[in-house]
């Protein structure tokens, strides 16, 4: 809401195509109008680009992967962004502490109801920025990566080679296996 009404009534009832980023390995919906002008289109998921491909596109063109990704970041240079996981906190706390300071003062009450917004679930960044609980973060974060790794180890040559599908051309060439 924060983004598409605004960007909604900023178009108005001009005709509008609005080309969204999500890859063809994000499982999320994107942007869907509920204005009969604007038309979602989605060229990364058309055309099957995946992270590594939109990696090789940004490094060759020479634009580079943007510097939020050098610390980390999962999703988007925003620094307050909620959907952000807590180990993005943590290394925002430790690269950007004027930033982690900034994100921290929109957490107060709301007078009219006394509840407090919160950027993380169900934690305060005052919370989370307690050593012991940055510490445990990382170790929480570090387990999930080896869980992973270990999940991966299995998996077989189509899916290390060619993604989780074979893709033959035609009936005379073989996988992609075999072409190597």
């Known amino acids: 809401m924060l983004k598409l009404k605004p960007f909604e009534q900023f178009v108005g009832d001009d005709t509008v195509i609005n080309y969204v980023g999500l890859r063809a390995d994000e499982s999320r919906s994107g942007y869907i109008s509920h204005k009969p002008n604007i038309t979602a289109v989605y060229p990364f998921q058309t055309d099957g680009l995946r992270l590594h491909d939109i990696h090789d596109i940004l490094n060759s063109s020479g634009v580079g992967l943007p510097p939020y990704t050098e610390w980390g970041r999962s999703r988007s240079g925003c620094f307050f962004c909620f959907y952000q996981q807590k180990i993005e906190w ?91």
């Open 90 to 180: 943590v290394r925002l706390k430790e690269k950007h502490p004027d930033l982690f300071e900034k994100a921290k003062a929109y957490e107060k009450p709301y007078a009219e109801s006394g509840n407090t917004f919160t950027w993380s679930e169900r934690e305060s960044l005052t919370e989370l920025e307690r050593p012991e609980r940055m510490a445990a973060i990382k170790r929480e974060h570090e387990e999930q990566l080896r869980q992973r790794a270990a999940r991966e180890e299995n998996l077989p040559l189509s899916a290390v080679f060619g993604g989780s599908t074979l893709q033959i051309d035609d009936e005379d060439s073989g996988c992609l296996i075999c072409t190597l």
